[in-house]
T-cell receptor, first 107, second 115 residues
Framework: DAKTTQPNSMESNEEEPVHLPCNHS???????IHWYRQLPSQGPEYVIH???SNVNNRMASLAIAEDRKSSTLILHRATLRDAAVYYC????????FGAGTTVTVRA | NAGVTQTPKFRILKIGQSMTLQCTQD?????MYWYRQDPGMGLKLIYY???????DKGEVPNGYNVSRSTTEDFPLRLELAAPSQTSVYFC??????????????FGPGTRLTVL
């Protein structure tokens, strides 16, 4: 079962930032937080992961709370191509997917 | 690299028929996974494998079987198909070298309908 909690949906305007929250209150000290996204009619794809400190890559930024019980995925300038379901996952040898957050981007 | 490939892309089965969903990866990954995704839901793990010859059940294994004779291939067998198995099936692989940080690569999916 998924160990994280995310809002069902979020909306954004194109070229504005999107902040996707995730709660993972039962996380252990060695569990990484992974984010994946699933574009319509495609398999999930990796976005970013982190352990304690904030992480950046070409797709997004990940801000992890100091107590590690929550994190936020930041899409800095949303485009229409970012419309997808975003999954926050507390990763071990397998990934447990919840329902994720459906992100809608308005033109 | 082709990554993770799945065949077929679409299939319609009649109740009681059997079929095998094929999955191949060319990244030399040790871990492979089968998930199913029902409409509007997240992915549920069916079976996984940590290497050739080793498989284990996930959350929803009933009605399915797997085998892993090579590193590259991880077929999923449906015996006696039922309407409840109508779903999209995703295969995935992962290196497992540093399992907590490894990313998982997914195939494009097989859309199965059982009528």
């Amino acid at each position: 079962d998924a160990k994280t909690t995310q809002p069902n949906s979020m909306e954004s305007n194109e070229e504005e930032p999107v902040h996707l929250p995730c709660n993972h209150s039962t996380i252990s000290g060695t569990d990484y937080i992974h984010w994946y996204r699933q574009l319509p009619s495609q398999g999930p794809e990796y976005v970013i992961h982190g352990l304690t400190s904030n992480v950046n890559n070409r797709m997004a930024s990940l801000a992890i709370a100091e107590d590690r019980k929550s994190s936020t995925l930041i899409l800095h300038r949303a485009t229409l191509r970012d419309a997808a379901v975003y999954y926050c996952i507390q990763a071990d040898y397998k990934l447990s997917f919840g329902a994720g957050t459906t992100v809608t981007v308005r033109a | 690299n082709a990554g993770v490939t799945q065949t077929p892309k679409f299939r319609i089965l009649k109740i009681g028929q059997s079929m095998t969903l094929q999955c191949t990866q060319d990244m030399n990954h040790n871990y492979m996974y089968w998930y199913r995704q029902d409409p509007g839901m997240g992915l549920k793990l069916i079976y996984y494998s940590v290497g050739a010859g080793i498989t284990d059940k996930g959350e929803v294994p009933n009605g399915y079987n797997v085998s892993r004779s090579t590193t590259e291939d991880f077929p999923l067998r449906l015996e006696l198909a039922a309407p409840s198995q109508t779903s999209v099936y995703f295969c995935a692989s992962r290196r497992q070298w540093e399992k907590r940080t490894d990313t998982q690569y997914f195939g494009p999916g097989t859309r199965l309908t059982v009528l």
